[in-house]
């Protein structure tokens, strides 16, 4: 009984394992990240994190849960209000074979016409696997949002 359920685990696993792969490529894995866990900040997955960066929203997550924390916005929008309409453009901004740096572009409304925003996305490979984990969100305006919760935490001793 044991045996075949052992079986059955090993046959499934592979289907498991893919359907948490962001995407095999860093464009991909974009498009996944922004249509399906555009909240990953706030509902965090270590299955399409990086470790650090799982670690840092973790402990924002711990935090959340008793105190004031770091994030009080829309980390897309950069802001508290506003309305993301939809993906418009990504673009391979620099890539290696473990590292890629990509440019989503998405029109949004703030209690005026449409604008366009700009959102770095930090995707990392690790070694072990063939698909893309996210590592970081580098906003237009207030920067990378992995060394944004890392400051706040340290300066509250929140130690990361």
Request: with cysteine; hydrophobic share 35%; glycine share 4%.
């Amino acid at each position: 009984m044991i045996k075949n359920i052992i079986i059955i685990f090993l046959t499934l696993l592979p289907v498991i394992s893919k359907s948490t792969c962001l995407g095999k490529t860093p464009e991909k894995s974009a498009e996944n990240v922004f249509n399906n866990y555009r909240d990953f900040y706030l509902n965090i997955d270590n299955r399409i994190l990086s470790e650090d960066f799982f670690n840092i929203l973790e402990k924002e997550a711990k935090c959340r849960n008793e105190d004031i924390c770091a994030i009080d916005s829309d980390q897309w929008l950069e802001a508290q209000d506003g309305e993301i309409i939809k993906l418009k453009k990504i673009e391979m901004s620099n890539k290696s074979n473990h590292e890629a740096k990509i440019i989503v572009h998405f029109p949004y409304k703030m209690g005026g016409p449409e604008q366009i925003k700009s959102t770095t996305l930090i995707f990392t490979k690790p070694e072990s696997t063939e698909c893309w984990v996210l590592s970081d969100l580098i906003g237009q305006d207030y920067g990378s949002l992995k060394q944004s919760l890392i400051r706040w935490h340290e300066k509250y001793n929140q130690e990361p």
